[in-house]
Each structure stands twice: as structure tokens, then as C-alpha cells.
């Protein structure tokens, strides 16, 4: 008789306590990297009223913000397109390291920018670091833990980014009730700058102990004796098979990113006109009020990254069992339901369990990302493809902010238009408001063009790493 099969360990046993020590140290690079990311949304509407010389005007505002995240995003883009080049070149770990410590620094430099185009200059050298993590820390991850162990740990290192996004939320409570009473007013954003700084120490922990992958090394060995060519893009483009995977990669990042970037994380700008509405209509001191409303868009934060985090393990463990493509089909369309439900409904303090489902579908997109985008490329190209796919598309994504700026600009004035003669102020506050609104739910759309990608994407559900 045969013995009846034992059931398989879990996953977190085949680790050993270096191949912890990679997870760990990939996991707080993107984590502090989400940090600083969200803290720069949460401090974007603050630090244009403290920095924009055309006053406190909401849709000249937006603009503004629109404009920072422009240029935010391109770093991002431009930094993950040479960072993840040279981590194929030079080692994952060295090179998570240097992006690591330019985007705490450059954090810490927008505390003190003086204009507009000065923090605008900040928030781009910003991305150069944030965009080299992503595509290090999950092929550094993906070359260096056991391929069973694989997929559930860069899910779970997607997972703990909302960590990050829900401390910067904490930290947004905490300066904004420091600044009721305690710290000047209007002055929170620079301190919140500050405290993303702090992260520049985890490049010593990362330099001292992490070491190269050994697939990535014994590929490096091989492939100077064989002449292939490590981190190219001519070799990532060049190749129909590489070029294929790369153009749908970039494809399902690009309704992910932009829907995020360009729409979801824009979410402190609608909670922050609601609730300041709200708590005028409560007769507020007018002095406490931006304390007030930071500390409740840092509530929001927390409420949407908490979401977030139970999105992306629900995403993980489904596209384990079920396959990457059917799981990326039904969050693509989830995700464009929520945003619509969000922009178009949330109203007062009661609503924001809307945002928590949004954070929910929206960021289970990118735990697909970290486990999908890895297994597409080989050892010599996994860091350039990875970061190709996540980057290339930022640059459409960069628009993102942008269209929506001008959308719900050209909305406003649209909407304000069409107010009687005799409209008061608040009309039309009210007015630009929906225009946002309106936008914000046209955009929306763009989740349905992940949809159009998947018909032609590899399923690497149980399939081995590819190698050239």
C-alpha cells in the first residue's frame, strides 16, 4: 500500500535566516521608498499653498500638485530605466543601496525648497532613487530565495509597502495635530519631509551585510565566457521573445500606475476639500483648520494602505492558486469600480471605508506586478525588464497628474460658467469641486487597458524562472 501524501510545508520554511535577511533588507528599501512617496502626497497640497505665489486658489492648486507629481514621476521613470540597467551589471545589492540613500536624501532636501520649481527640481531627484527600487529589491528577492518560496515572498514584500504608506499616514496624524498647537502653522510639510529622510541609514545595514545572489553571480561568470550581454536594452528589445514580454509587462503597469498615480493618490486632495468644508460648516477656528485636515487625510491614508495591504495578500494567494492572468483580469475591473464609487460618492467622515476599498483593489494590482514582472525575464535581463516594464510606462503615467490637473481645470472654469450671475463664493468652491470629481471618474477608465494586455501575456503560474 502506498503512504498517503503529506501535505506541502509552507512556503516561509524553505527560507534560511540569509535568505530572511535578503527579504528583510528588499522589503524595507521599497517599504521606506513607499514611505517617502506617500508622505510627498500627503505634504503635496500643504506645501503648494506654502510655496505657490498665486495664493490658495484649489484649481490653480491642483494644478500645481499635478505638476510636482509630473516631475516626480519622470524621475521615477528615467531612475528605474538606469538603476535597473546597472543593478544587471554591477549587483542588485550595490545598486538597491545607492537608490536607497538618493531618495532619502533628496526626501530631506524638499524640506527646504523656496518655490514652486525648486521643490518641483527636489521631487525629480527624489524619483531618480525611488524608481531603481522596485526592480532591484524583486529581482534581488527572485534570484535569491528558493523558487517555491518565490511568488509568495515578492507578494508579500509588495504587501508591506502599505506599511510604509499607512507610517506616512501616522506621521501626517501626528504633525498635523503638532501643528494645532505646537509647531508653526502651515509648516507641517517640511517637517514631514524631514522624518522621509531617516531611511539614508538602512544603505549601511545594505552595504555590510547583503551580498550578491548566487544565480546572479555564477549568470555574470557564464555569461562573459558566452559574450551575453548583462543589463542591455538592445538585448531586452531586440530579442522577439524578451520584446514581447516587455511591451505587455509595460502595458498592465501602465493602467496600474496611472490609475494610481495619475487618479487614487490623489485621494488627500478630495478628503481635504470635503473635510475642510465640513469642519468651516462647524465653525472651526480658522487657524486649526489645516491641522485638522491633515490629521484627517492621514486617517484616510491609513485607512486606504490598510485596504492596500489586505488587497495585495488576497491577490497573492489567489494568483498562486489560480494563475497570474485570470486574478490581474477580475482586479484590473475591480479596481476601476472602486475609483468610480470613491470619487463620485465620498462626501463626510462616514465615507471613508470607500477608500480602504479602493486602496484594496488599486494596490493589489502591483503585488501582481512584483510577482508577475520577474518571471518574465531572464537572470542577465531580470533587473532591466522588470524595471522597464515598471518605468517605461511612468512616462505615459506621468501625464497621468497632469491630464487630471488640466482636465478638472478646464472643468472648473466650465462649471463655474455656468453659475448665476449672483453665485457666492462657496458655489463655486462646490462647483470645481464636482469638476474634480468629474474628472477623477472619467479617468478612471484607464484600469480597462490592463484588460487589452492580458490576452497576449505568457501564464508563469508553477513555471521556472526563464533563462536566455
Sequence with gaps: MSSPALPAAPWWRSLSRYHWFVFAMASLAWLFDCLDQQLFLLARNPAMKALH?????????????????????????????????????????????????????????????????????????TGLGVGGVFGLAVALVADALPDAARPHALGLLQAL?????????????????????????????????????LPAFLCVFIQLRLKEPEKWVKAREAGRATGVKFGSYTALLGNPRWCRRAMVGMTLCIAGVVGLWGIGFFSPELVGDVLGRALRAENVDPKEIPGRTLMWTGINMVIQNTGAFAGMLVFTKYAARFGRKSVFAVAYICAMLAT??????????????????????????????????????????????????????????????????????????????????????????????????DAASWMSLVFLIGLLALPFAPETKDQPLPEE
Design 53 to 125: 505665489p498665486e495664493g490658495t486658489d484649489p484649481a490653480v492648486l491642483k494644478t500645481a500638485g499635478s505638476m510636482a507629481t509630473m516631475w516626480f514621476v519622470i524621475g521615477w521613470a528615467v531612475g528605474g530605466l538606469v538603476f535597473g540597467a546597472i543593478g544587471d551589471r554591477i549587483g542588485r545589492a550595490r545598486t538597491l543601496a545607492l537608490t536607497v540613500l538618493i531618495y532619502s536624501l533628496f526626501t530631506g532636501f524638499s524640506a527646504f525648497a523656496k518655490s514652486p520649481a525648486m521643490f518641483d527640481f527636489f521631487r525629480f531627484l
Design 340 to 437: 468610480l464609487l470613491f470619487f463620485r460618492f465620498f462626501n463626510d467622515r462616514g465615507d471613508l471605508w470607500m477608500s480602504g476599498v479602493m486602496g484594496f483593489f488599486q494596490l493589489a494590482l502591483f503585488a501582481g506586478f512584483a510577482i508577475y514582472l520577474p518571471e518574465l525575464f531572464p537572470t542577465s535581463l531580470r533587473s532591466t525588464g522588470t524595471s522597464f516594464c515598471y518605468n517605461v510606462g511612468r512616462f505615459i503615467a506621468a501625464s497621468g497628474p497632469f491630464t487630471l490637473g488640466i482636465l478638472q481645470a478646464r472643468l472648473a472654469e466650465k462649471a463655474v460658467t455656468a453659475l448665476p450671475a449672483a453665485a457666492d463664493a462657496a458655489m463655486k468652491t462646490e462647483a470645481k469641486l464636482q469638476a474634480f470629481r
Design 161 to 197: 509597502s502599505a506599511v510604509g504608506n499607512v507610517l506616512a499616514g501616522i506621521i501626517a496624524i501626528t504633525i498635523g495635530w503638532l501643528e494645532t498647537w505646537k509647531i508653526a502653522p502651515g509648516s507641517a510639510w517640511s517637517w514631514m519631509f524631514l522624518i522621509g529622510a
